[in-house]
């Protein structure tokens, strides 16, 4: 809703404005989206029309002299949220990211592609601290969506800055660990009210808002011990606690962790031990089916039951 954009709109006539994407009647918009949010921008839109005294289309899109929320209240049961599959958020991998403004030191050495990438991600977590994951962030299932989400908020945000880093984290969940409460959906979780939960970070991504293409990525042999952060310090879960301080930085006599590297045979004893049963099984088929009869040497009748001449022998050369 920049001004120019407000005025091309109040110019649209064709062919009927009533029917077009904004102005669509409540009866439809509201069955595919919360009632509460849309009469929200409604009624913002309704405002910079006003103060910009653009009225072209005011019957069609806005009920004025309604209250927001009596028009919301009426539409609000014609929702019908999608029935999707939720996502579990112990099944993979996730990404979230992070806005943050980086000294320039640190920011100098992050985009210094002559440097291994894997040590400039340490060195950032170092930085943000291995428990201040973001504990607002949308945990989607591609590293695209992150970004998105990040892109989304600075063009939303009224002072963005002009070095600002866009960090995307990726994630997964311990084996055997409880899921935590989350709210699921398609592509992505969230963790309202989180504790601080513990994952495991394998990989991390950073880049410029300015030059979204040159994107940075690190990824983790051995994933490194990190946490979400809790939403709120005095929610924070003991086990946070004792591992972390109000900042998410590693408490004193706390060091970085890796995941042990998984043993690649490890619970498959059972199986390895009946597939060399098989190979050997099918290996001594193999060979008794090859297997030559021994050779036999015919006796000529009139010779049966002789000895055979000895050999001739030869005087040894001198």
């Known amino acids: 809703r920049t001004e ?14 009533e029917r077009n994407i904004h102005n669509r009647p409540p009866q439809e918009w509201a069955q595919y989206f919360e009632a509460p949010v849309v009469m929200a921008q409604r009624a913002r839109n309704a405002y910079e029309n006003r103060r910009l005294r653009l009225e072209g289309h005011s019957a069609a899109e806005y009920g004025h002299g309604e209250r927001l929320e009596d028009v919301a209240a009426q539409w609000a049961s014609a929702y019908r949220p999608a029935r999707v599959e939720r996502l579990d958020p112990a099944a993979g991998e996730l990404h979230g990211g992070l806005r943050l403004v980086l000294p320039r030191a640190l920011g100098r050495v992050m985009f210094d592609e002559q440097r291994d990438v894997a040590e400039r991600a340490e ?11 973001p504990p607002t962030a949308g945990w989607h299932t591609t590293l695209g969506a992150a970004f998105e989400d990040l892109a989304h908020e600075q063009v939303f945000d009224t002072a963005p800055g002009t070095r600002m880093t866009h960090v995307a984290f990726r994630v997964r969940l311990g084996a055997g ?13 969230s963790y309202p009210d989180s504790p601080g939960i513990e994952v495991e970070l394998t990989g991390m991504s950073w880049r410029s808002p300015r030059t979204p293409w040159a994107t940075h990525f690190a990824g983790f042999d051995r994933p490194i011990d990190a946490a979400i952060a809790p939403a709120a310090w005095q929610d924070a879960s003991e086990q946070y606690t004792a591992r972390y301080d109000e900042i ?12 042990e590297a998984a043993e690649p045979f490890a619970g498959r004893e059972a199986a390895i031990a009946a597939m060399a049963a098989k190979l050997q099984e099918a290996s001594r088929r193999r060979t008794a089916a090859a297997r030559l009869p021994e050779p036999t040497r015919e006796v000529p009748e009139h010779l049966q039951g002789q000895q055979p001449s000895p050999p001739p022998q030869w005087p040894r050369p001198r």
């Open 4 to 17: 120019d954009g407000a005025r091309w709109w109040d110019r649209y006539a064709d062919p009927a404005p």
């Open 123 to 133: 060195r950032l977590l170092d930085h943000i601290g291995y428990g201040s994951l």
């Open 248 to 259: 998410g930085e590693l408490r004193p006599g706390q060091s970085p962790r890796r995941a």
């Open 177 to 189: 660990q409880e899921v935590p409460r989350h709210d699921a959906r398609a592509a992505w979780v």
